[in-house]
Nanobody
Framework: QVQLVESGGGLVQAGGSLRLSCATSGRTFSSYVMGWFRQAPGKEREFVAAISWSGGRTYYADSVKGRFTISRDNAKNTVYLQMNSLKPEDTAVYYC????????????????WGQGTQVTVPS
């Protein structure tokens, strides 16, 4: 497993932007598919975005497509989530996750998780 630490969350007005970062430990970062998930109060944890081992392929939940961009820097062992045009419904705790299976949006396919970072977009 790999240790993950998210940062960059906060309070932002609707229409604003935030960039989340997820730093990882170890020398095997490039061997993981990396994903972002989120969980709003009283709701299930849901998939947001994922990126392939080299960063050449990405996929997104329909709810964030066109507004969020996932990227990674394997030299820095870090994955990012750029969030633009934020909406109140984006309010949630955002989690970074590492897995080995491509094109999966299931939480069970990601074996390592960060502690989460809060994103709040007031209505």
């Amino acid at each position: 497993q790999v240790q993950l630490v998210e940062s960059g969350g906060g309070l932002v007005q609707a229409g604003g932007s935030l960039r989340l970062s997820c730093a990882t430990s170890g020398r095997t970062f490039s061997s993981y598919v990396m994903g972002w998930f989120r969980q709003a109060p009283g709701k299930e944890r849901e998939f947001v975005a994922a990126i392939s081992w080299s960063g050449g392929r990405t996929y997104y939940a329909d709810s964030v497509k066109g507004r969020f961009t996932i990227s990674r820097d394997n030299a820095k062992n870090t994955v990012y989530l750029q969030m633009n045009s934020l909406k109140p419904e984006d309010t949630a705790v955002y989690y970074c996750a590492a897995g080995s299976r491509w094109y999966s949006s299931g939480t069970s396919d990601f074996g390592s998780w960060g502690q989460g970072t809060q994103v709040t977009v007031p209505s």
